[in-house]
């Protein structure tokens, strides 16, 4: 989220937002530890052990270690650990909730006079808004992290903001009806024991231990996001120093509230609306530029030098930082606090501490004046705000795509790869000691990835099997978000290969099919495609006699919304000429090697291999043949072939994902508005950063491949 806010403030404007939400999320980590903290002395206090500060002390850093400890866990882990924890957790929380509900004393709640609506409703309705919207919403995009890559939009927006609000209203209700039991709830140093003082000790232990688990799992949640800020900051330390960094202002935090201040809920309370100010003014901005703002330059936000086009003047949109820095100021000035109370806070705003919301209202008005007054050139266009439209030619006489790919779907062969690393290949009848081995999911599992790494949608539209191979491709593809799109095959497995890779990085295969060959054509007739798909091929599936007819059956008609892309592998000689030939005239990219353009060309130059092959696609369509260390040949219709030159590999490890992170990249160029050029270029930067790691998906990530194309500017590389 701080990453796209360098839209509107520019990349160095934009440090003083992301540090108040750095600041804000490490409070929110501090008060969840609190918090857990609390829980787990009030554990301690039914084994006999008593709340004293060492044995606060002890409850706080085991808490904190717990945090860091869980922090320092990869993504796809946390994924699973929020998982568990949800379901865990959240049925303990239910039984508790309704075991409490059945403890209300419902005469007493019914019979509650009205608050007054100011010192009563709009305080609790500032507080409320503080504590559940505003104060996360610098956080609400990192949370989409843990959804499947394959949401919609609405799917994304809705359950956040549901998984957001809906526990949160059951807990706040729930404290409401507690109240009538426990009326001074809200001035208690421990709000977690004294809930649990009104458990029995049955029911007290579980409720402690939820406490502690969920609380724990939440605060990860901020570490992870707080990590994020750093690096938006500019901050470029290993994760595990952030992490680190966080753990040590929690415990200082923590201790300072807990054995200090001994007060809970006037830290939690002043926390809450004097960062709501520099929250609620950054969104203002943020909404009021996203509504007038077609698009965003994916690439450009991760550049932050003068070459970004949100570089602006000085690295500041000065507009928005102005209108920020009014509504923190107009909010401060109307915010009621333990620790701050403003000059005019008075009448309404002395007893609500709504201040932030006249900043929001402030910010937002300003914003939009200022563009409306001259910005929207400056600002809206010349930073690439105007969603970027693929360019109408360039280089020698190159036409452009007629569509731009919005997602990758792979119609075809995922399967399991295992890598033998040999010094030589065996003689005939020989035997051959590997020096080591790799068993991982390959095949067009390698250009999936490849592709979400680099910000480009994906799916597999392919035949899983249910035995071990199966269930092995399946488990990969969900742990990265990949959605398939057709349903298990029952009693049948997923074929394999296995490749001998040798000391240059070259590597020999042997593939044993599997259910992946056997597409049928109802099976692809009933694939529920989208307008920009982006449809990718391999010559294997066209080889297989099941999969290679059905392909032939249903390419050739495929919607004229979607882009068709063919790689035709290394069997390209086997596969039979009429239905090359007739999948050939529905191709919009071709993307092939030396060897096999001259295969399929008949042409030993590939100036005139992919000129030829050109004359065999689609209008419009276009041919990247990738010539290894010389970079590769880009060829359209009507146009003169162009070599793009390469960035040479430091050092050859690994050949095998070369091809698929080239093509890769080659799409996720064009899906971000690059020229052909561009994205022949980017997209050969990207299997040159391939061939240094080993296993089959190598694909760099976005932030890799934008350093290696950053590094090749500087150093006056051949591509500006």
């Avoid at 909730?97 to 309705?125: I, M, N, Q, R």
């Avoid at 500032?126 to 394959?150: E, K, Q």
């Avoid at 742990?479 to 057709?486: A, D, E, H, R």
């Amino acid at each position: 989220m701080l990453t796209l806010s360098r839209a509107p403030f520019g990349t160095r404007g934009n440090l003083g937002p992301t540090l108040i939400s750095w600041v804000s999320l490490v409070g929110w980590e501090t008060i969840t530890v609190i918090t857990a903290a609390y829980a787990l002395l009030g554990l301690l206090g039914l084994l006999g052990l008593p709340a004293t500060p060492v044995w606060t002390l002890a409850s706080l850093v085991v808490v904190a270690v717990l945090v860091v400890l869980f922090g320092l866990l990869g993504h796809a882990t946390l994924v699973w650990i929020q998982q568990a924890a949800t379901w865990i957790f959240g049925l303990l929380t239910l039984v508790v909730v309704l075991f409490l509900l059945t403890k209300t004393d419902w005469a007493k709640v019914l019979a509650a006079p009205p608050g007054p609506w100011d010192s009563g409703v709009l305080a609790t309705l500032s507080i409320v808004i503080a504590g559940t919207g505003i104060g996360w919403a610098n956080a609400g995009a990192d949370y989409t992290r843990y959804l499947p890559r394959a949401s919609s939009g609405w799917a994304i927006v809705g359950w956040t903001v549901l998984g957001a609000a809906l526990p949160l209203v059951v807990l706040i209700m729930t404290g409401v009806f507690l109240s009538s039991r426990l009326p001074n709830l809200t001035s208690a140093t421990n709000p977690i024991t004294a809930i649990g003082q009104e458990l029995p000790p049955w029911m007290a232990a579980p409720y402690l231990l939820t406490a502690v688990g969920g609380l724990i799992a939440s605060a990860d949640l901020s570490i992870y996001s707080s990590g994020l800020n750093l690096l938006a900051l500019g901050v470029r330390l290993e994760r595990y120093k952030t992490v680190l960094i966080d753990g040590v202002l929690m415990v200082a935090g923590a201790a300072y509230v807990m054995l200090v201040a001994q007060d809970f809920f006037g830290p939690f309370e002043s926390f809450l609306q004097l960062l709501s100010d520099g929250l609620t003014a950054w969104a203002a901005v943020f909404v009021v530029d996203m509504l007038l703002r077609r698009g965003y330059d994916a690439r450009g936000l991760i550049e932050t030098g003068p070459g970004s086009p949100y570089y602006y003047r000085a690295g500041v949109n000065w507009r928005a930082f102005i209108a920020w820095l009014l509504g923190i100021v107009v909010g401060l000035l109307f915010t009621v606090s333990p620790w701050f109370t403003g000059p005019l806070a008075r009448g309404v705003f002395a007893s609500s501490s709504l201040g932030y919301l006249l900043g929001f209202v402030v910010s937002a008005l300003v914003y939009w004046l200022l563009i409306l007054a001259g910005g929207r050139r400056d600002v809206l266009e010349a930073a690439g705000g105007l969603a970027p439209e693929v360019p109408g030619g360039g280089g020698i006489g190159m036409s452009q795509l007629r569509l731009r790919p919005r997602r990758l779907v792979l119609v075809g062969s995922v399967l399991v790869d295992l890598l033998l690393y040999v010094d030589r290949l065996p003689e005939r009848g020989g035997d051959l000691l590997a020096e080591r081995a790799l068993q991982a999911v390959g095949g067009g599992f390698n250009v999936l990835i490849g592709a979400l790494r680099l910000g480009l949608p994906a799916a597999y539209a392919g035949r899983i099997g249910d035995g071990p191979m199966g269930q092995r491709v399946r488990a990969e593809l969900a742990s990265v978000g990949i959605p398939v799109l057709l349903p298990p095959v029952e009693g049948r497995d997923t074929g394999f290969d296995i490749g001998l890779v040798e000391p240059d990085g070259e590597r020999t295969f042997v593939t044993a099919p599997g259910v992946e060959a056997e597409l049928s054509l109802p099976e692809l007739e009933g694939l529920a495609l989208q307008e920009g798909d982006a449809v990718y091929v391999s010559g294997y599936d066209l080889c297989y006699p099941l999969s290679g007819a059905a392909l032939e059956a249903w390419l050739p008609g495929l919607a004229p919304g979607c882009l068709l892309v063919l790689d035709p592998g290394p069997l390209v000689a086997t596969i039979p000429t009429q239905r090359l030939e007739q999948i050939l005239r529905r191709v919009d990219v071709l993307s092939l090697n030396a060897r096999e353009l001259q295969l399929l060309s008949g042409e030993e130059e590939p100036t005139r291999g992919a000129a030829r092959l050109c004359s065999q696609l689609a209008p419009q369509g276009v041919v990247v043949a990738r010539v290894g260390a010389e970079g590769c040949w880009l060829a359209s219709a009507g146009g003169v072939p162009l070599l793009v030159a390469p960035r040479p590999a430091r050092v050859v490890v690994d050949t095998t994902g070369a091809g698929d992170a080239h093509v890769a990249a080659f799409l996720a160029a064009l899906a971000a508005g690059r020229s052909l050029e561009e994205a022949a270029h980017e997209a050969h930067v990207a299997a040159s950063l391939a061939v240094e790691r080993a296993g089959p998906a190598t694909t760099p990530t976005l932030v890799e491949l934008e350093m290696a194309l950053a590094a090749g500017r500087k150093s006056g590389g051949v591509w500006e």
